[in-house]
């Protein structure tokens, strides 16, 4: 499956933005899908996955609250909506997926970059 992210793009602090993630190739159907970021100079972090449609979210803590994770599974896309961005959440984002047995991530888009600023 490819995934293409989309929607990074420079915010004001507090302002909101959504990142946006199409397959092609297979459907998300089955996926578990997941949203990393990475910071310069850090390891990449799972901000935000799930497991199928209308099942519980995983969320960081450093993002719960702020941070919404959605699939559309005809439309074949996942989205993340972030709400009172801070500067601390700028970083590159990436959608990714995996099977649900996989314990790795194995479908990975390119990245978008977020960058907020104060």
């Known amino acids: 499956v490819q995934l293409q992210a989309s929607g990074g793009g420079l915010v004001q602090a507090g302002d909101s933005r959504t990142l946006s993630c199409a397959a092609s190739?297979?459907?998300?159907?089955?996926?578990?899908v997941g949203w990393f970021r990475q910071e310069p100079g850090k390891e990449r972090e799972l901000v935000a996955a799930m497991f199928r449609r209308w099942t519980d979210a995983y969320y960081a803590d450093s993002v719960k609250g702020r941070f919404t994770i959605s699939r559309d599974d005809d439309k074949n896309t996942v989205t993340l909506r972030m709400n009172n961005l801070k500067p601390e959440d700028t970083a590159v984002y990436y959608c990714?997926?995996?099977?649900?047995?996989?314990?790795?991530?194995?479908?990975w888009g390119q990245g978008t970059l977020v960058t907020v600023s104060s």
């Open positions: 990714a997926a995996r099977s649900p047995s996989a314990r790795d991530y194995v479908y």
């Open positions: 190739g297979r459907t998300f159907s089955g996926l578990t």
